[in-house]
Nanobody
Framework: QVQLVESGGGWVQPGGSLTLSCAAS????????MSWYRQAPGKERDLVAS????????SYRDSVKGRFTITRDNTKNTVYLQMNSLKPEDTAVYYC???????????WGQGTQVTVSS
């Protein structure tokens, strides 16, 4: 059974850091691009960062460039999101997504809550 399990969320003050992890199982992790999305209350789910299947290419939404870093470890079937200099507007549920050309809609995790406030 396909499973994506996010962890590492929590509460942090503005300017702080968190690292999110997404552990994958039930599919060939190394053949899928991985992404992080986020959804704040009352808003659409937005793409935050993506990484290619080999880890050779990454992309970020403009608002997190220079602050967030996406990485993956294909030996551990895990993708990470290092978040630095966090802002209140980063508050959201963060979701892990896996997709490739054969599964363009992809697979989703259940999400992990990130709250940035003082």
């Amino acid at each position: 059974q396909v499973q994506l399990v996010e962890s590492g969320g929590g509460w942090v003050q503005p300017g702080g850091s968190l690292t999110l992890s997404c552990a994958a199982s039930g599919f060939t992790f190394s053949s899928f691009a991985m992404s992080w999305y986020r959804q704040a209350p009352g808003k659409e789910r937005d793409l935050v960062a993506s990484i290619s299947s080999t880890g050779g290419s990454t992309s970020y939404r403009d608002s997190v460039k220079g602050r967030f870093t996406i990485t993956r470890d294909n030996t551990k079937n895990t993708v990470y999101l290092q978040m630095n200099s966090l802002k209140p507007e980063d508050t959201a549920v963060y979701y892990c997504n896996a997709r490739n050309g054969y599964y363009p809609r992809g697979y989703w995790g259940q999400g992990t809550q990130v709250t940035v406030s003082s």
